[in-house]
């Protein structure tokens, strides 16, 4: 399925772009007036392929998945959190429910690798792999075989996107400690300094960000040997929750979808993907900057403009959401504001 889906990448066309260039300088105002909104605009109806591309249904996918690293005391949080936030996100009282349905997209909650089973939740998509990635500092996280799992498992849900009419997919995700592996990811494939990326996920003091960095180094360190491709070394370095988000961004690009990356930790799943086919940069929508430190790190190197910079730094698809509303607004201009030929004013008058 992998190998199907890297087939079928392609980079947009630069000809779709300029054919909404030319749109977007007839419309009624100022050329290039609207600025990042046009560029936006220019590479939705590009990936798209259409002359007035429509936006239609939205979807956000928050891929869950518990990490054993947590146990060297990387997180504020206890592991149990991921379970009691999925039970939230199940009955719609999460910051990505209230976003969701503000945006009017649907959140689909995805169990790849949760630690707990909850038998109870009837709405939770079950593709578990693997109850949880095992601890980075001691080996890998995943078998390659693990991580090739979730990456399908993101790429059914991008297909079930298309299938469901859904032209604007989102990544979000769901994990106690992912920030950790997802650190230890940009440090191996950006590359840069663990000092310089590791920043304090959920709320560590001075101390525990010490802690933190030494088990990155550490995590690279003893998985050096494993570390060949951006497949090896998402599954010695990563989390199943982030394999298939990298999974869905292959699969959204297959599929020309637009896909709205969310933060820090969907960041990661994005730079796999990038790394192994990159093609799919042409189709993916950064939302924000994060406030963890290694974000502005990872934009500055791959020289990506996120949308917004609000110091969020919370996940779930949160800040996702928020660029989907924006990439909603720079499509509606581009198809809805008339052009000066209809509103019969000569452009440069």
Not at 5 to 24: F, G, H
Not at 114 to 142: C, F, H, K, T, Y
Not at 154 to 170: D, H, V, Y
Request: proline residues 4%; aromatic residues 4%.
């Amino acid at each position: 399925m992998l190998k199907e889906q890297l087939a079928k990448i392609q980079p947009v066309s630069e000809s779709w772009i300029a054919k909404a260039r030319t749109r977007l300088d007839n419309l009624t105002k100022p050329r290039g007036s609207l600025g990042f909104l046009e560029d936006l605009a220019a590479r939705y109806v590009a990936i798209r392929e259409k002359e007035r591309p429509a936006i239609r249904a939205k979807d956000v996918f928050v891929f869950v998945g518990d990490h054993d690293v947590v146990a060297e005391g990387v997180s504020a949080y206890p592991q149990e959190v991921t379970a009691l936030m999925v039970r939230n996100f199940l009955a719609g009282g999460a910051c990505i429910n209230v976003l969701a349905r503000c945006a009017k997209a649907m959140v689909s909650i995805v169990d790849v690798g949760m630690i707990e089973d909850l038998p109870e939740a009837p709405d939770l998509i079950r593709r578990n792999v693997a109850r949880g990635a095992q601890n980075i500092a001691a080996g890998p996280a995943m078998t390659l075989r693990q991580a090739e799992t979730a990456i399908a498992v993101g790429i059914e849900m991008a297909e079930r996107a298309s299938a469901g009419g859904s032209s604007i997919i989102a990544t979000g995700e769901m994990g106690i400690g992912n920030t950790t592996p997802s650190t230890a990811l940009f440090a191996h494939l950006l590359p840069a300094g663990v000092e310089d990326l590791t920043g304090k996920g959920t709320g560590l003091d001075e101390q525990g960000l010490q802690s933190k960095i030494r088990v990155v180094q550490r995590a690279l360190k003893i998985n050096r040997d494993s570390l060949g491709d951006p497949l090896a070394a998402l599954a010695a370095l990563g989390g199943l929750e982030i394999a298939a988000i990298c999974g869905l961004c292959l699969g959204g690009a297959a599929n020309r979808l637009a896909v709205v990356v969310d933060g820090f930790i969907s960041s990661a799943g994005a730079l796999v993907a990038m790394r192994l086919k990159p093609e799919v940069r042409d189709y993916l929508f950064f939302s924000h900057q994060s406030l963890e430190r290694g974000h502005l790190i990872f934009f500055q190197k791959e020289q990506i403009r996120p949308i917004l910079d609000l110091d969020m730094r919370l996940g779930e698809g949160t800040g996702a959401v928020i660029g989907m509303q924006i990439l909603e607004d720079a499509v509606r201009i581009y198809n809805e504001m008339a052009t000066f030929q209809e509103v019969g004013i000569e452009p440069g008058a």
